[in-house]
Structure formats: C-alpha cells, structure tokens
C-alpha cells in the first residue's frame, strides 16, 4: 500500500499546494523545510526562512532564464 503525502493548499490562490524545500545553512548543517512555494506557476507565492527571519513572496526567477555570471 502506497502512503500520500498531503501538501497545505496555497492560502493565497487556492489552486496550488505548497511544496518545501530545504538548503543547507551557513555552517553547512542541514535545514529542512527551509522554504514553501506555491505549485500553481501563475501565482508564486513562496515563504522563506533565513537567518531566522522569514520572508514572505519575495521575487521568484527561473534560474534558466536568467545570465550566468561571467568568471
């Protein structure tokens, strides 16, 4: 038998869930669910944690679309 996840449902559009992420920390130590985003591409909405301070739908890039930088 299979076990589902249930992810919330995004607060903002109601069409999306969100879906978490995790990075690793300054010092290299793992941090879980370090960031939410919304699955619905046409919202963005997104929360993140760093440096124990959270941030609320801060601006969202693709990575393809945009320049890398020259080194």
Known sequence: MESMINFPQCQQCHTGVLLPFSDFGGQGASVMFKAWVCTNPDCFFNLKIRNGDV???????????EPRPVR
């Open 55 to 65: 941030y609320v739908n801060e601006r969202v890039t693709d990575a393809e679309r």
